[in-house]
């Protein structure tokens, strides 16, 4: 692979989780009201896809923000 092309599949990568971290941030902000700061911070220091997708799963099953992070490998 060139480095051309690895930095088009890393900007990818970057575009998606970041996407996916926006979508994040709209879907806690419709359930629970505006984004916490703390909130906010948690979400930022995750940086892989898979962290995140499970968040916005366990946003369906979780009654409070507390718990979303509590069942989370990042708080």
Do not use: D, H, Y
């Not at 984004?35 to 892989?48: D, M, W």
């Amino acid at each position: 692979m060139t480095i051309a092309a690895k930095l088009i599949e890393k900007g990818k990568i970057e575009g998606k989780i970041e996407g996916e971290r926006l979508l994040l941030i709209r879907l806690i902000e419709r359930k629970w009201g505006r984004l916490q700061p703390n909130i906010k911070e948690c979400l930022s220091r995750i940086n892989t896809l898979e962290e995140l997708e499970g968040l916005g799963e366990r946003v369906i099953i979780s009654e409070r923000t507390e718990e979303l992070f509590r069942m989370s490998k990042v708080s």
